[in-house]
């Protein structure tokens, strides 16, 4: 949204790696994953207090997926579609 660049096209494909980091981290609170990122994040119980049903939701979710505990067999299954994914964008 904030580059108008859209990740699933031919275009994107030759993004560096490196350049796709720096989006990344460029990215400003207004866009769609900068809102979800500042939800996740919050610490003010005032502000998470005032938060929307679907702002709640977010931060609830994101709070019980950082608890969950995971066995080293789906540890590693997820470490390993990882590696796949990130090797993707650095062809």
């Known amino acids: 949204m904030q580059y108008g660049l859209r990740i699933r096209t031919k275009e994107f494909e ?7 980091v720096a989006l990344l981290r460029g990215l400003g609170p207004e866009t769609p ?3 979800v990122v ?6 003010d119980r005032k502000v998470i ?3 929307s049903k679907e702002q ?3 931060y609830n ?8 505990k995971i066995d080293t067999k789906t540890y ?4 390993k579609e990882l590696e796949k ?7």
């Open 14 to 20: 030759t993004v560096s790696w490196d350049e796709f």
């Open 33 to 35: 994953l900068g809102k």
């Open 38 to 43: 500042s939800i996740r994040a919050e610490k």
């Open 49 to 51: 207090k005032s938060f």
């Open 56 to 58: 709640k939701r977010i």
């Open 61 to 68: 979710e994101w709070r019980k997926r950082k608890t969950e």
């Open 76 to 79: 590693e299954k997820q470490m």
């Open 85 to 91: 994914e990130i090797m993707y964008f650095l062809k």
